[in-house]
């Protein structure tokens, strides 16, 4: 079935990097855009950024710019995110998630990861 | 980059409609038909209940309906059951490539 899997969250020190993963079973995964988003403690959800289907471009929240990047391998159906010097409010549930079509929401959810920047 | 702008709270007896607003600007939900809608429950990822503003993803019950008026979007749940009690979250395309989540309502069915 079509389905989503994070992992690679843990306990990292502020300033320290963190990398998560995704990966993704059950559908055509290079037609995809991607996207990370994330949900801080009693938060409401918080997108992060993108990769488009044939990986060539990424955005980003501003919060995350030139920390983060996103990167994707369609041909091990995976996708990936890279986070340099990690602060306390990046704290949170970490989600990897379909975009069902070009700009139109995010259809399908992986369960989470859980990231805590802490000293 | 600002949060859409939902009620933290909603609630209704079981057979009621309910409705749940979320703000936005022109820049976002009133500037683009890409308005979604998810359900959270407690502990579990969002499940994708309404997008393009109004239109059912397969499997979404027909008592879930989204509509949009200038800048607030809304998603109604009509005939409330209580397996709807859950968090809801709106989110619109908020361009270049951007994009916005409400800050989520916790429906309560009483």
């Known amino acids: 079935q079509v389905q989503l899997v994070e992992s690679g969250g843990g306990v990292v020190q502020p300033g320290r990097s963190l990398r998560l993963s995704c990966a993704a079973s059950g559908f055509d995964f290079s037609t995809y855009g991607m996207h990370w988003v994330r949900q801080a403690p009693g938060k409401g959800p918080e997108w992060v950024g993108v990769?488009?289907?044939?990986?060539?471009?990424?955005f980003y929240t501003d919060s995350v710019k030139g920390r983060f990047t996103i990167s994707r391998d369609n041909s091990k159906n995976t996708l990936d995110l890279q986070m340099n010097s990690l602060r306390a409010e990046d704290t949170a549930v970490y989600y990897c998630a379909r975009e069902r079509g070009p700009w139109n929401g995010f259809d399908i959810w992986g369960q989470g990861t859980v990231v805590t920047v802490s000293s | 980059q600002s949060a859409l702008t939902q009620p933290p709270s909603a609630s209704g007896s079981p057979g009621q409609s309910v409705t749940i607003s979320c703000t936005g600007t022109?820049?976002?939900?009133?500037?683009?038909?890409?308005v979604s809608w998810y359900q959270q429950h407690p502990g579990k990822a969002p499940k994708f209940m309404i997008y393009?503003?109004?239109k059912r993803p397969s499997g979404v019950p027909d008592r879930f309906s989204g509509s949009r008026s200038g800048n607030t979007a809304s998603l109604t749940v009509s005939g409330l059951q209580a397996e709807d009690e859950a968090d809801y979250y709106c989110?619109?395309?908020?361009?270049?490539?951007?994009?916005?989540f409400g800050g989520g309502t916790k429906l309560t069915v009483l």
């Open positions: 393009e503003v109004s």
């Open positions: 022109s820049s976002d939900v009133g500037g683009y038909n890409y």
């Open positions: 989110s619109s395309y908020a361009g270049s490539n951007t994009w916005v």
């Open positions: 990769i488009w289907s044939d990986g060539h471009n990424k």
